[in-house]
């Protein structure tokens, strides 16, 4: 979020109910990108993606990106694409 803000983003947090998979909104000109982090040892598997997916859309973002402390699985891998 601070890196973000640092660099000119506008950045802001969903609330911890309701989220929609969307931890942070991140705004720039025409970009809003919804953001989920994840501190997770376990590869992230298919519902970090179709949480953000659905997110995204909540949101109205026009990008999504996950954030993983770790790597993702084979199937979130080919769901995302």
Do not use: Y
């Amino acid at each position: 979020m601070e890196i973000l803000k640092q660099n000119g983003w506008e950045v802001k947090e969903t609330p911890n109910t309701g989220d929609q998979g969307v931890d942070l909104i991140a705004s720039i000109n025409d970009l809003r990108i919804c953001i989920k982090c994840k501190d997770h040892e376990k590869a992230i598997g298919n519902k970090a993606v179709q949480e953000i997916s659905a997110g995204k859309l909540f949101w109205k973002g026009t990008h999504s990106i996950i954030v993983p402390k770790s790597a993702f699985k084979k199937s979130a891998h080919q769901l995302a694409k």
